[in-house]
Nanobody, 126 residues
Framework: QVQLVESGGGLVQAGGSLGLSCAAS????????MGWFRQAPGKEREFVAG????????DYANSVKGRFTISRDNAMNTVYLQMNSLKPEDTAVYYC?????WGFGVRIALTEYNYWGQGTQVTVSS
């Protein structure tokens, strides 16, 4: 089992930037594909970005492509989400997720992830 703790959320003006971190503990971090999801009030949780267990492959939701960057540091047991050119519609609780895998692909479906963090609030003001 792996434990995930997100940090870095906050309030930012539209057009600004914010970086999220997710620290993992409990198991070999490099055995897990990682992802970021978000959930806005009244909406379903949605995929934002994913990275393979080695960091060699990434994928993004169309709504954030070109603005967000996911990365990981397996030596630090941490996955990051750098968010630039933020928009009010990016306002949500952001969740880190992990999936134990032997493969090298990216997980994009919510149901593929077995472990979740508690979430961190990101608010973008207009």
């Amino acid at each position: 089992q792996v434990q995930l703790v997100e940090s870095g959320g906050g309030l930012v003006q539209a057009g600004g930037s914010l970086g999220l971190s997710c620290a993992a503990s409990g198991r070999t971090f490099s055995n897990y594909a990682m992802g970021w999801f978000r959930q806005a009030p009244g909406k379903e949780r949605e995929f934002v970005a994913g990275v393979s267990r080695t960091g060699g492959n990434t994928d993004y939701a169309n709504s954030v492509k070109g603005r967000f960057t996911i990365s990981r540091d397996n030596a630090m047991n941490t996955v990051y989400l750098q968010m630039n050119s933020l928009k009010p519609e990016d306002t949500a609780v952001y969740y880190c997720a992990a999936d134990r895998t032997w493969g090298f692909g990216v997980r994009i479906a919510l149901t593929e992830y077995n472990y979740w963090g508690q979430g961190t609030q990101v608010t973008v003001s207009s």
